[in-house]
């Protein structure tokens, strides 16, 4: 009986399944009070990073204009930008209950957000090698986990929304799957507003 | 009977009920026994540092003793006591005020309770596993850093895992009353209590993180070799002072909103007089949570700062006095000309308001930065501190156990000890603190383990010593009272201070698990007032009695904080004895295993999360055969 309030027949599929629910209302509006919290958490950390930020131990330690190439910085960006306008088009489908169309967006979301991860992994092994490790000086503190919580936002943005193409590939779009569809996304779309904010005051500030 | 009522046979039966409730009403219990279980640890930690402070030069406590025991009373008082006694009753309280049959979040709020829970266990197990966090509740990172053994690891891993919590409950509660407001019951008709909580809630989001953030620099730096705290690595302590405040600050807003919410109930309900300047009051609460950000270098003017962030600093918290004036005008409003009651819970409500104005005006004196510079680090601090926190925030505790004890338990307290609770803890409470702003004016510094014979200090410590033990006695008292209360079970019904107005007094007693046979309809501030006045003193229904839906019980939030509990004692360990850990911890044994502990507790709450995505947990359906059952039920036990 409970099953059934969520599966709605296709003339009746609401303009945003997403919040046609209480629970999908709920969820929406909580969702957003978190991402407020998420911004805070943030903020704390770029306000660490910019103090830190020339603080090394002795002047043979690498800072930033050192260390960062532009050119993988926006790489890294294309493909983070990308994956949000993809996640985009899988709500666009999931409004237009179009189930197969959503489910292979969220999966260009994955490979675009995987991508992004693989560089940021390479970025992260070339600077170990250079000697800026999370051990070496309070400015590699401040630069990997700064980075480092953006990089396991990703990783966690990458398994839930693999994790729900998974689980609804069996039970199909309702509004029950529908909001959780739609809360991934808003989570992918504040990792990416972080990573502009990343990409400005770290690597653009930082190579100026 | 549904499935949630059904199984009630058994101790453990019971407890299992507990574990895996998602029920607001049983959280608030759980929080209520809990948070009073550390409420009466602090305590103890507070008595045993009255009795070393008694005497000149006393040995009942080592130096380095005392030093963990003020660090644990404060940490257990603020985040394990009254933080989660708030909880309880914002869980007792907020959804029946607002028409609901249940928070937002059920999963969540049964998540909240357990990371608390299990959080304030691994704090408080440092005792056993070679000593408690000894660095102050505020753990400065200068200090902090430099303490040996694992204590400080307690402290930062401990409050990580119960904030986590504590922000949890904090998005639960902003959402419940945003979505989940009953017909007609708009924001400006909400009851203060409810009011209260969502500014709180705010305040929980915006504030906790910087704690987070804190406490994981914290735990980086001393169990990962990180260097934020580290000053030869380049690394600066002044940016824990900021992020600890940042939070530090807000929490207290956080601790009396919520108070002043209890109080404003109860002057209204034992006065029976509608809130004077209810508009006025939402907006002064706002206000508050939106100065509470504004204010948290005060508590750093002599780290050097500068003339400019101090005057802007100092400027700001003297302008927090103006919408907590606004308050206190309005209580005494409230009162004036009312038919009062002198309730125990009004007896709380009418101490409050000279005791907490006390430690405001103390409070105004400190925001003067430069007359800070001689009142900071002395008991003028601790005088005041407390004087907001007890005389705010443990009268509303105290005056909400007895004011919603009925409407948890179905039972009342009794009055009479209840009065003398209150008189014991009332004289005992001046008599501890007052006497301690005269001590920090005369020079006596704070968080000093013992002092000299012949400074002056000595029959004022003594006074101070003995108010604890009142304290201590009518908490004593309280104990026996609700011991009785239990063992007597003797039942209430409905409204049973005869003047409720808001709509948690129009339920029957006990809630039904579901709060509202029918949602019901509100049709002005204090809504069950207006229909003992205007109606026939029953809540109009907003809808047609039929089935509803409602959530099923889980287990899976007690295993989640277990894993992040188990995990927490594979990132203590990790760090102790390696070649490139700090001081503190590089000589202690090798723990090789302390990374698997961490790996594998990680992995039980993430292969929890991943259960709970993967399986569609729908609720299940109350008929409304039952509820009409139940009705009927009802309506027998009135007759």
């Known amino acids: 009986m409970a099953e059934m309030k969520y599966n709605v027949p296709n003339e009746q599929w609401p303009e945003h399944p997403e919040t046609a629910t209480l629970e999908g209302k709920n969820k929406f509006v909580g969702f957003w009070t978190f991402l407020g919290g998420e911004t805070v958490l943030f903020a704390s950390l770029f306000a660490t990073y910019l103090a830190l930020k020339d603080s090394v131990p002795s002047s043979d330690h690498m800072l930033a204009a050192d260390l960062f190439h532009l050119e993988l910085a926006f790489v890294m960006t294309m493909l983070l930008l990308t994956s949000s306008l993809t996640s985009v088009y899988a709500v666009y489908h999931m409004r237009n209950n179009n189930f197969s169309k959503m489910q292979l967006w969220l999966a260009i979301t994955v490979l675009l957000g995987a991508g992004f991860l693989a560089l940021e992994i390479y970025e992260f092994y070339e600077y170990v090698h250079l000697g800026h490790t999370f051990r070496s000086s309070a400015f590699g503190s401040a630069f990997y986990i700064l980075i480092g919580t953006h990089g396991f936002h990703v990783i966690i943005g990458l398994i839930w929304i693999t994790g729900l193409i998974i689980r609804n590939a069996t039970r199909g779009l309702s509004v029950y799957t529908a909001a959780k569809v739609n809360t991934a996304a808003l989570y992918w779309h504040f990792i990416d507003v972080v990573w502009v904010f990343i990409f400005t005051i770290v690597y653009l500030l930082g190579v100026i | ?639």
Do not use: C
């Open chain 2, 1 to 639: 009977m549904s499935q949630a009522t059904a199984k009630k046979n058994g101790v453990w039966a019971t407890i299992w009920e507990y574990m895996t409730t998602v029920d607001h009403k049983k959280i608030a219990i759980l929080y209520l026994i809990a948070g009073g279980f550390f409420f009466v640890l602090g305590g103890i930690e507070a008595m045993l540092i009255r009795i070393q402070l008694a005497v000149p030069n006393n040995d009942f406590l080592s130096a380095g003793l005392f030093n963990e025991v003020i660090t644990m009373h404060g940490t257990t008082m603020i985040f394990l006591a009254a933080m989660p006694l708030l909880f309880a009753f914002m869980n007792a309280t907020v959804p029946l005020q607002i028409g609901a049959r249940d928070v937002a979040f059920p999963f969540l709020n049964s998540l909240g309770v357990w990371l608390f829970i299990f959080g304030g266990i691994f704090l408080n197990l440092s005792w056993f596993l070679g000593g408690a966090p000894d660095a102050g509740w505020t753990s400065y990172a200068s200090l902090s850093i430099a303490s040996p053994g694992h204590g400080v690891d307690f402290y930062a891993l401990g409050l990580q895992v119960s904030g986590a919590g504590t922000l949890i409950s904090g998005i639960n509660f902003v959402t419940t009353i945003i979505t989940m407001r009953a017909p007609g019951m708009t924001y400006m008709r909400m009851p203060l209590m409810t009011w209260t909580t969502l500014v709180a809630g705010v305040l929980i989001v915006f504030a906790f993180p910087p704690l987070t953030v804190g406490l994981f620099l914290l735990i980086f730096d001393r169990m990962f070799g990180s260097n934020f705290f580290i000053v030869e690595a380049g690394g600066n302590t002044i940016i824990w002072e900021h992020l600890f405040w940042i939070f530090g600050h807000p929490e207290v807003y956080i601790l009396i909103l919520p108070a002043f919410g209890i109080f404003s109930e109860i002057f209204s309900t034992f006065a029976r007089k509608r809130l004077f300047g209810y508009s006025a009051m939402v907006f002064a609460t706002v206000l508050i949570g939106f100065f509470g950000f504004m204010v948290w270098a005060h508590h750093m003017f002599t780290v050097g700062l500068g003339p400019t962030a101090n005057a802007i600093f100092a400027l700001a918290t003297m302008a927090i006095a103006v919408p907590t004036g606004i308050k206190i005008f309005n209580w005494i409003f409230t009162i004036w000309g009312g038919s009062i009651e002198f309730t125990t819970p009004m007896l709380y409500a009418l101490a409050f308001i000279p005791s907490f104005v006390m430690g405001g005006v103390t409070g105004i004196m400190q925001a003067v930065a430069p007359a800070d510079y001689q009142y900071h680090d002395s008991y003028f601090i601790v005088a005041h501190f407390h004087y907001v926190i007890v005389g705010g925030v443990v009268f509303a505790l105290l005056a909400g156990l007895h004011y919603y004890w009925p409407l948890m338990f179905a039972t009342m307290l009794s009055e009479k000890l209840g009065k003398i609770t209150f008189w014991l803890f009332f004289i005992g409470f001046h008599m501890t603190f007052l006497i301690q702003h005269f001590l920090g004016l005369w020079g006596m510094p704070r968080r000093v383990f013992t002092y000299l014979d012949g400074q002056g200090y000595n029959a004022a410590n003594m006074i101070s010593s003995l108010g604890a033990g009142l304290m201590a006695l009518g908490v004593i008292v309280l104990v026996i009272n609700i011991i009785i209360t239990v063992a007597k079970n003797q039942k209430v019904g409905r409204d049973p201070w005869g003047d409720g107005r808001t709509l948690e007094w129009s339920l029957p007693l006990p809630v039904p698990y579901y709060n509202f046979a029918q949602i019901p309809l509100v049709r002005g501030l204090d809504a069950f007032w207006i229909e003992k006045k205007e109606g026939n003193g029953e809540m109009l229904p907003a809808e047609s009695l039929d089935d509803f839906h409602m959530p099923n019980n889980s287990i899976i939030p007690f295993v989640m904080s277990l894993g992040l509990f188990v995990a927490s004692f594979g990132a203590l360990y990790f760090a102790s004895g390696k070649e490139w850990a700090i001081d503190a911890v590089a000589d202690l044994p090798v723990r090789p295993w302390a990374f698997w502990v961490l790996v594998i507790g990680l992995a039980i709450t993430f292969i929890s999360m991943i259960t709970r995505s993967f399986k569609d947990d729908l609720g299940y359906y109350v008929t409304k055969e039952e509820v009409l059952r139940d009705l009927e039920e009802q309506e027998r036990g009135a007759k």
